[in-house]
């Protein structure tokens, strides 16, 4: 199991089903946002949330939570070097 799977999540907002669940409704708090979180491409500015469905419906009558998506790929072995390990020449044959 990876690190990434044992973070406490981040709650940003929380939401509201609407239209016999055709439509969630939520709302974010910008300020609640870390910077680390957010990532800019093409000259514009993002963040990659989650909408999950609570267990039950709060007292203000949320039926959903917005977290941050702190998921990030492991880093991968240098390919190379895995496909094509360096043998060891020691002078010695083999049989």
């Known amino acids: 199991m990876s690190n990434n ?5 981040i709650y940003v907002g929380s939401g509201v089903e609407k239209f ?11 300020s609640d946002l870390p910077s680390e979180h957010r990532f800019e ?15 039950e419906t709060d007292e203000y009558g949320k039926t959903h939570s917005v977290s941050i998506n702190t998921w990030k790929p492991e880093p991968k072995q240098n390919e190379r070097e895995v496909a094509n390990p360096v043998a060891q020449n020691d002078g010695d044959l083999p049989f």
Do not use: F, H
Not at 5 to 9: G, S
Not at 20 to 30: F, K, P, Q, R, T
């Open 41 to 55: 491409y093409n000259g514009k500015w993002y963040a990659k949330l989650k909408i999950n469905r609570k267990r």
């Open 20 to 30: 016999d669940g055709d439509l969630i409704e939520v709302s974010v708090c910008l």
């Open 5 to 9: 799977q044992n973070q406490k999540p």
